[in-house]
């Protein structure tokens, strides 16, 4: 399946500044979950942001805030975005069935909410270059877990692509840039 741009949405997951430092290469993954939000800004794809327990992970970092757009940023204590009833909400009144997550941590919060929405009915597909965890091998152990159970596992590059679905796009030459 690919990624169409009338069909899809954004999420990204708890991109928060006190956890990043104890993260896997935090700084790249950042980087494009800002590309993606870019992306679905320009394109007109909804985006969400989430943020796990805001008083104890502090706020969103500021290179995803700086690109947030109209995103709204939801506060949430699950680990699952499936199971917060606000970012549930926002994601079915989408209307829109594939849901394209990045985000941290790969193998708590990102991989519960991918396999929550997948429960629903949603086609998910998580963005492997744009999530990390603690250690590279919970991220390794997410991935193959989620492609075992039928997520799709694709990286920033083609969901741009995919999203833009044509060279010859208004956005492309803008989009370009952001991947170069």
Request: net charge neutral; aromatic share 4%.
């Amino acid at each position: 399946m690919l990624l169409d741009r009338i069909q899809s949405q954004l999420l990204v997951v708890d991109v928060q500044e006190r956890l990043l430092p104890a993260l896997h290469a935090p700084s790249p993954v950042v980087e494009r979950c800002a590309i993606l939000l870019q992306a679905a800004h320009r394109l007109g794809i909804p985006a969400t942001i989430s943020e796990q327990y805001r008083k104890g992970l502090g706020a969103t970092d500021a290179r995803i805030l700086a690109v947030q757009g109209d995103a709204p940023l939801l506060e949430k204590m699950h680990f699952s975005c499936a199971d917060d009833p606000a970012i549930a909400a926002r994601i079915k009144n989408a209307a829109r069935p594939h849901v394209v997550l990045c985000g941290v941590e790969a193998h708590v919060c990102v991989l519960q909410s991918a396999l929550g929405f997948q429960a629903t009915g949603l086609s998910v597909a998580v963005v492997a270059d744009a999530v990390t965890s603690r250690k590279t091998e919970s991220v390794a152990l997410a991935l193959s877990r989620l492609r075992h159970a039928g997520v799709l596992v694709v990286n920033t590059e083609m969901v741009v692509f995919e999203w833009l679905n044509i060279a010859g796009a208004p956005e492309f030459k803008d989009l370009s840039k952001l991947i170069k």
